[in-house]
């Protein structure tokens, strides 16, 4: 069983920046593929970026170039940067830990960027 923790997100300016951080609990961190998702009202939950165990990361085309996924397991943390951030970027973002057919979610963490 793995508990997933979100902390980071808030009220930004367009442009700004933010770090999104997530805390798991549990053992075997360092065995699941990572991923950050994000739903804005009314619409789908959509993956922003993933990285696997072996550190192999991918990001959405909407946010490449801005976004940045990455993974400290002596710290159970993944962390999603962002900059450049945009007033469409707003949206509940939320972590996700799989492994095979196991995944695991945390509770999101609210990123609003409106000036």
């Known amino acids: 069983q793995v508990q997933l923790v979100e902390s980071g997100g808030g009220l930004v300016q367009p442009g700004g920046s933010l770090r999104l951080s997530c805390a798991a609990s549990?053992?075997?961190?360092?065995?699941?593929?990572m991923a950050w998702y994000r739903q804005a009202p009314g619409k789908q939950r959509d993956v922003v970026a993933t990285?696997?165990?072996?550190?192999?990361?991918n990001v959405a085309d909407s946010v490449k170039g801005r976004f940045t996924i990455s993974r400290v397991n002596a710290k159970n943390t993944v962390y999603l940067q962002m900059n450049s951030l945009k007033p469409e970027d707003t949206a509940v973002y939320y972590c996700?830990?799989?492994?095979?057919?196991?995944?695991?979610w945390g509770q999101g963490t609210q990123v609003t960027v409106s000036s």
């Open positions: 996700q830990a799989r492994y095979f057919t196991r995944e695991y």
């Open positions: 549990g053992s075997g961190f360092s065995t699941y593929t």
């Open positions: 990285i696997t165990s072996y550190g192999s990361t």
